[in-house]
């Protein structure tokens, strides 16, 4: 509720400011050197202040305008029509519109705000470019914040050389999870056709929703509801330590029995590498499939809770040496040093004995 408040108190804010752009006269044209700049607070208040002042409460670039914070109170100063336009550019790697776009029209303080929050990126497009505040300008950064790819794809190990923790991705370009192996990316965004949900990578092809990837820091993970994924599109998350999934294996109802592993989403190559870490483990749909687990030797437990007894295999459990708990509507199943009972939702529950 508070947020939300807050969120109605900024808006009316913004409604105000842009009502006193119009109804006050227009201010003298002064040097950049000279530039005032009227601050609206969260709390309702306005302060004029020039550059320096305003400057050491600068937070970087907002849709709106100039974020700022003091003393724990947010506000904004309004962007005109030309930064506007240069921040939304900058933050979809939108080339075109950067290049045509002079900062040299933009105030002292908007100009400050967009290196803030755009200085550390890296726009990439069959060779690498950056905003310099008074324009793109061709050429590697060395280590980066974020990267945002444009259009094609990025070289091998770009991302955990550039050690960014957050990458951008085009509706050009083309983008897989080895793209994020040894990186230390912690969030993706994304245009269509490409999207991301429930933090997730997916892109919208012909042949339905397809997983591409997701965050290589990610150490708890639900995954969307998708037609297929691609295969070994989790490897790069090697501190995974729970990951609920809509199905094992490659599809909903894969199409060859060795698409049906759990493990798939860490193919490796010609085998699996599934991360040590991850011990939790929960699938809500498809079959579970004989031997689904035989690359898990390290999951404690496992979750199958609404998946019918005739989609379960016996054998899927065979190998999990260090399982403690296991959910499923099977009753029939036969783990030696396990007691099973009854849960509230008409599953067995089978627990490790001490």
Known sequence: MGRKILTYALSALLFLGCALMVL??????????????????????????????????????????????????RGVVLGSTAYSALQTALERGDLATMERTDPSKLSRLEQ??????????????????????????????????RVALIIGSLPANYLETAGASRVFVGSLAEFSAE???????????????????QQALVLETAGGRRLIAAPAECTELTLPRTDFVDRGALLPLRSLTSLTLPYAGEALRPTSSRATEFAWLFADGD???VPQSLKT????????????????????????????????????????????????????????????EIAPCGCTVYRRLA
Not at 40 to 51: A, F, R
Not at 191 to 196: I, K, L, N, Q, T
């Open 112 to 145: 400050a705000a967009l290196v803030r929050s755009y200085g550390g990126t890296a726009y990439y497009a069959g060779g690498a470019f950056r905003f310099t505040g008074e324009g793109i300008a061709e050429g590697e950064l060395g280590s980066v914040d």
């Open 179 to 197: 793209d994020l192996m040894g990186s230390c990316v912690k969030e993706i965004a994304a245009e269509a056709p490409y999207a991301v949900m």
């Open 24 to 73: 006050l006269p227009l201010p003298h044209k002064l040097s950049k050197a000279g530039e005032t700049y009227l601050c609206l607070w969260e709390d309702g208040t306005s302060t004029e202040e020039d550059y320096f002042t305003t400057y050491s409460a600068l937070t970087g670039a907002t849709q709106d305008g100039v974020g700022l914070l003091r003393e724990e109170k």
């Open 281 to 340: 483990i929960k699938i809500t749909g498809g079959i579970v499939a004989a031997h689904c687990f035989y690359h898990c030797p390290q999951a404690e437990t496992i979750d199958l809770c609404g998946i019918p007894a005739e989609d379960v295999s016996p054998q899927a459990f065979e190998g999990l040496e260090n399982l403690k708990e296991l959910h499923t509507s099977r009753a029939d199943l036969r783990l030696s040093g396990f007691a099973a």
């Open 271 to 273: 085998g699996f590498s």
